[in-house]
């Protein structure tokens, strides 16, 4: 049974970080596409970073460039989002994902 499973997520105010984590299982995942998404009350779910593990090349949207960074745990065959100077608009529900799978999610909520 393939679980990815989400966690980190909280309440933090503008300009603090935080650290996401997807714990997967059940996936040979050596040479997939690892995803991180948000959808935030009343919007549609937006890609906003994914990973390679083929290569390791990285892909950010322009509403996170600079501030996120996603990586890998090979060996616990975890992913990481880490997020800085968060901001309100930031504020969402963020999901892993791989291939067909998805978490289960997690709220981040950031104050202003």
């Known amino acids: 049974e393939v679980q990815l499973v989400e966690s980190g997520g909280g309440w933090v105010q503008t300009g603090e970080s935080l650290k996401l984590s997807c714990a997967i299982s059940?996936?040979?995942?050596?040479?997939?596409?690892i995803g991180w998404f948000r959808q935030a009350p009343g919007k549609d779910r937006e890609g906003i970073s994914c990973?390679?593990?083929?290569?390791?090349?990285?892909h950010y949207s322009q509403l996170v460039a600079g501030r996120f960074t996603i990586s890998t745990d090979n060996d616990e065959n975890t992913i990481h989002l880490q997020m800085n100077n968060l901001q309100p608009d930031d504020t969402a529900v963020y999901y892993c994902?791989?291939?067909?799978?998805w978490g289960q999610g997690t709220q981040v909520t950031v104050s202003s």
């Open positions: 994902q791989l291939d067909r799978y």
């Open positions: 059940g996936f040979n995942f050596d040479d997939a596409y």
């Open positions: 990973l390679s593990r083929a290569d390791a090349k990285t």
